[in-house]
């Protein structure tokens, strides 16, 4: 347990100790109030008795008047005294009180304004891949003792209140009382209002017509007897202009910025686990109403909130509570395309919006350093993996979103990124912005390449000439695999070999990009097992000891008469005759010059031909490919003939 939480124990601890004092006090003013009270019935006994003697001869009145005098004074002398002392039992207890509340009042910030705001901005920061956020259990638990110690405070309040209405007694309690009652119904509405939270957030990148859930959660709901009458929850979609006006306490007049389907539930308790919480299972945004747009601020820069408002009384309704909380910003899209863009305005959000802001401003440049922690997280979180982005990877990162040269990192950490920079400007020589590549290059590695970066089987982040000069000293063969500069979500392999048309010289090669496309035909790993002119990837590895356990395995035997085929892919100006086991015939295809080398997919079955599936610019044409690819598909169908196997089945 840390420091902090042992310290918030100490302090319940404390309140415990101070609440049961005072009231001990209570009911020692309480039991002296009642006897003083039965002594002011006396006096007024004795001075009606003393009333009773004009009525007796002049001789029995002389007889009694003297020691019902007497007893009179002694009575009234011990009521004075006695009305002192009660006035100051009762601004002693109100003056411990006021102790009482004031940390009470401090506790609760603690509890509320620390540990729940931190527990808020994990869930926040979780949104960008970040740890989670956590249970609540924790700060339920300290919720819940301070709802019941504010509860327990304010009836003793009530019944100090009380004990003055039946005895007034002139002096200041009367005000006293009045304010100490204002602090602790304050203090008591801060608590309820502030733990109303969202407990699973809903999507913040949110497509219309697409169901989606929540779930918000009353942290005191168990305590304060709330769920005796369960409260209605409502959700509606609000523009950033309407929460601001919300949070100004402006009249809003009930506006949405849209309709939600399945839009009520009513909280339900859990007994198990002392839980009150309202489940949004089958929401759906049915139709969304945009604002005017500002500037160069594109759909998917638009932020919203989802306000989640309920009502209900506590004590017996003693008190009313109108309770209201927003999501975390969410982008609306209406087709998958707007994805990437609406992810990057979450991402930057999430990543930047600090405490208390007004909805939902966000800076317009942050530092680089800041900027590198919020992708590595994401990055992190996509992968799955511990292995994040390195500072090489970062640097490289650097030189293009700054377009610079530079190798040193320091270089970069007192520079700022703007959000325009980030995800509205395109790179340089691009038709893409700094976002889109990198978003780029994490879905693909999430969809197909997941393994290989965990396994550290991808450098990724090198630009074509560090791989050239990287690859320059090792042998030939060698290989590495880098994330294409030129594309969205593609990565080559580049290889130091021979120029087949120049002895003695070395080139680095690099093939065409492969995308998501290529991949749903042939995996990385068959590829590369594929290519035989690679042997090692760099440094030094054998590429079987890397990729071989990825590889698919051989085709099963023919049956009934039918044998699969096997694609295969071939970089013809690198091919060598190689026997293929199911066929028994070779495969040669010509040598080519040029080092950006097209990755063609050849298919072991068939025979040499002329017929390339390079485009007139040398470029390999992947529409190509999949023809041919349907093409097996269909051969697929048919009955074995001679010309495609090199024996027959009887």
């Not at 089987?457 to 000069?469: E, M, P, R, T």
């Not at 023919?558 to 066929?583: L, M, N």
């Amino acid at each position: 347990m840390s420091q902090k939480h042992l310290q918030i124990n100490q302090s319940f601890e404390e309140l415990r100790m101070m609440t049961q004092d005072t009231e001990n006090d209570l009911r020692k003013l309480q039991h002296n109030q009642e006897y003083f009270i039965i002594q002011y019935q006396e006096s007024l006994r004795i001075q009606a008795q003393l009333s009773s003697l004009s009525t007796l001869p002049p001789a029995d009145r002389l007889l009694r008047e003297p020691a019902l005098q007497t007893k009179r004074a002694t009575v009234e002398a011990w009521l004075t005294r006695e009305a002192n002392t009660l006035q100051k039992y009762r601004l002693d207890l109100a003056e411990k009180h006021q102790k009482t509340l004031q940390l009470l009042h401090k506790q609760q910030t603690i509890i509320l304004d620390d540990e729940l705001i931190q527990w808020k901005r994990r869930q926040q920061l979780s949104g960008n891949g970040g740890p989670p956020e956590g249970g609540l259990d924790v700060v339920q638990s300290w919720c819940e003792k301070l709802a019941e110690t504010n509860w327990q405070n304010r009836q003793q309040i009530r019944r100090a209140e009380h004990l003055r209405q039946q005895l007034p007694i002139p002096g200041p309690i009367e005000e006293l009382l009045t304010d100490l009652n204002k602090q602790i119904t304050d203090i008591i509405s801060a608590l309820v209002t502030s733990t109303f939270i969202i407990e699973k957030q809903p999507p913040q990148v949110l497509k219309t017509q697409t169901k989606f859930a929540a779930t918000v959660r009353l942290l005191v709901g168990g305590k304060l007897n709330v769920h005796m009458n369960p409260p209605q929850v409502k959700a509606t979609i609000i523009s950033e202009q309407q929460a601001k006006a919300l949070l100004k306490k402006e009249n809003t007049r009930n506006d949405s910025s849209g309709e939600i389907l399945n839009n009520n539930c009513v909280m339900e308790y859990h007994q198990a686990t002392g839980t009150l919480s309202a489940h949004f299972r089958n929401m759906s945004l049915k139709r969304i109403k945009r604002s005017d747009r500002r500037g160069a601020e594109s759909v998917t820069e638009e932020k919203f909130t989802i306000l989640f408002e309920s009502q209900f009384s506590v004590g017996g309704n003693e008190l009313m509570f109108q309770v209201k909380t927003l999501s975390l910003p969410v982008v609306v899209i209406v087709h998958g395309s707007q994805d990437n863009n609406a992810t990057a305005t979450v991402l930057w959000d999430n990543a930047f919006a600090e405490p208390g802001r007004v909805p939902f401003s966000v800076p317009d440049k942050v530092l680089w350093p800041q900027l590198c922690e919020a992708l590595n997280m994401k990055f992190k979180a996509e992968m799955q993996s511990s292995r994040g982005l390195s500072e090489e990877n970062l640097v490289f990162l650097a030189q293009k979103a700054f377009s610079s040269s530079s190798i040193n990192p320091e270089e970069y950490r007192s520079m700022t990124m703007t959000w325009s920079q980030f995800n509205r400007e395109s790179l340089p020589g691009r038709n893409f912005t700094f976002w889109q590549w990198f978003d780029g290059v994490m879905e693909l590695t999430k969809k197909h390449l997941k393994p290989h970066w965990n396994d550290g089987a991808i450098l990724g982040f090198v630009n074509k000439q560090q791989a050239q000069d990287m690859l320059m000293s090792k042998p030939n063969g060698t290989f590495l695999l880098r994330f294409s500069d030129s594309e969205i979500g593609g990565i080559t392999i580049a290889w130091v070999a021979e120029n087949p048309n120049k002895a003695g010289e070395r080139l680095v090669w690099n093939l065409m990009p492969y995308t998501t496309k290529d991949f749903s035909i042939r995996s990385l790993a068959d590829r590369i097992s594929d290519l035989n002119h690679l042997l090692f990837l760099y440094p030094d590895r054998p590429k079987d000891e890397v990729f071989s356990k990825y590889y698919t395995p051989p085709l099963s035997k023919a049956v009934d008469g039918y044998v699969k085929p096997q694609i295969k892919q071939v970089v013809p100006e690198f091919a060598t005759a190689s026997s293929d086991s199911a066929s028994g015939n070779q495969t040669y295809m010509d040598h080519a010059s040029s080092p950006a080398v097209s990755h063609s997919h050849t298919y072991g079955m068939y025979p040499p031909s002329a017929d390339s599936m390079l485009d007139g610019d040398g470029d390999f044409d992947l529409d190509d490919t999949m023809d041919v690819a349907r093409h097996v598909e269909e051969l697929l169908r048919r009955p074995m003939e001679s010309q495609w196997i090199g024996h027959t089945q009887s």
